[in-house]
């Protein structure tokens, strides 16, 4: 289970993040308008802070060779394109999972909501499931024997 290559499941949390349906003014940055990598990677990084046993970004796990990366119009996450809206979902306390999100930025983003139109929407769920990431097929790397 800590590899994060079986499925789970068990109460947690719901975060939808979808970009803006208004259009930027002439003078206006549209990036501004628009869901960024780095947006999602505070989000589940908050989770892993507040006690989070397995997080997911639209369907793809998050394990510690998961790769977040703006591709320009899509964010790449384990070597998948990923279209808005971007889906986190996490297993844990509901309680704590909720008090780290708003600790580590939930307010930045619902400032972007109120002043460009960004969508943010957390859900308290009794179930979650999380799929099983991806096993990684090792051509270099050996266990260490003990005593070595």
């Known amino acids: 289970m800590n590899a994060g290559v079986i499925a789970v499941s068990g109460p947690g949390v ?13 003078q206006e940055d549209p990036m501004l308008f628009l869901i960024h990598e780095q947006y999602i990677r505070e989000i589940y990084n908050a989770l892993w802070n507040g006690g989070a046993e397995a997080v997911a970004v639209n369907g793809q796990r998050v394990t510690t060779n998961t790769e977040v990366f703006c591709g320009g119009s899509y964010i790449q996450i384990n070597g998948t394109r990923q279209m808005p809206p971007y889906v986190i979902e996490a297993i844990g306390d509901t309680n704590n ?17 109120q002043q ?16 099983a990431g991806k096993l990684r097929n090792y051509h270099y790397a050996e266990p260490v024997k003990e005593g070595t």
């Open 14 to 26: 719901r975060i939808t993040l979808d970009d803006s349906k208004r259009a930027a003014k002439e």
């Open 97 to 113: 999972l909720s008090a780290a999100l708003n600790f580590y930025g939930w307010f930045k983003l619902g400032d972007l909501q």
């Open 116 to 131: 460009n139109g960004i969508t943010r929407k957390l859900e308290i769920k009794e179930k979650v499931m999380i799929p």
